[in-house]
T-cell receptor, first 117, second 110 residues
Framework: NAGVMQNPRHLVRRRGQEARLRCSPM?????VYWYRQLPEEGLKFMVY????????ESGMPKERFSAEFPKEGPSILRIQQVVRGDSAAYFC???????????????FGAGSRLTVL | DAKTTQPPSMDCAEGRAANLPCNHS???????VYWYRQIHSQGPQYIIH???NNETNEMASLIITEDRKSSTLILPHATLRDTAVYYC???????????FGTGTRLLVSP
């Protein structure tokens, strides 16, 4: 089991360009979460998706950011017209369907580090 | 989800037990306690979770007080590689996302 795979691991963009970050969940996992970590700051929840559905996007900035998790393929976090403040580490996590007990363990990827010049 | 309080930093000598406390005095009956850690700038790593009973796995032990208002994560024999930020998170069943606080920065020294 390869775990949660994120790519690219490092991405450099100039202001105004688009950034696309991809996340392949663990085998058998149908839930994906995206988190952002600004330099020297904590992890902030962005969005939670199931296949073809956005369940909770309460942490997503209102503009320029979007996420999808299609029926086939990885989840994509898309940032349009990037600005320097978007420079951060973006972590993806996945989990299986909720267990009967209610406990739900998230497995995180290694992250994608976006640098905006 | 209930709020948690952790000390901002702790030190531990290599080979000794590291005991990381967490206060969650407003926890409710259907909320689990989860512990994760983040080593340097890597992705967060799950450690352990529990509801009422104490739990142990290959990484750590989790001691939850009888009133469930606090818990302690125990790393029985800390190594230098255990230096990380440790997060205690309380989360309701049926709610999927984890909300990370500021955690405890554990420094294990030789």
């Amino acid at each position: 089991n390869a775990g949660v795979m994120q790519n690219p691991r490092h991405l450099v963009r100039r202001r105004g360009q688009e950034a696309r970050l991809r996340c392949s969940p663990m085998k058998g996992h149908s839930h994906v979460y995206w988190y952002r970590q600004l330099p020297e700051e904590g992890l902030k929840f962005m969005v939670y998706l199931q296949k073809e559905n956005i369940i909770d996007e309460s942490g997503m900035p209102k503009e320029r950011f979007s996420a999808e998790f299609p029926k086939e393929g990885p989840s994509i976090l898309r940032i349009q017209q990037v600005v320097r403040g978007d420079s951060a580490a973006y972590f993806c996590a996945s989990s299986p369907r909720q267990t009967l007990s209610g406990a739900n363990v998230l497995t995180f990827g290694a992250g994608s580090r976006l640098t905006v010049l | 989800d209930a709020k948690t309080t952790q000390p901002p930093s702790m030190d531990c000598a290599e080979g000794r037990a590291a005991n990381l406390p967490c206060n969650h005095s407003t926890i409710s009956g259907n909320e689990y306690v989860y512990w994760y850690r983040q080593i340097h700038s890597q992705g967060p790593q799950y450690i352990i979770h529990g509801l009422k009973n104490n739990e142990t796995n290959e990484m750590a032990s989790l001691i939850i007080t009888e009133d469930r208002k606090s818990s302690t994560l125990i790393l029985p024999h800390a190594t230098l590689r255990d230096t990380a930020v440790y997060y205690c998170i309380v989360r309701r069943t049926g709610f999927q996302k984890l909300v990370f606080g500021t955690g405890t920065r554990l420094l294990v020294s030789p």
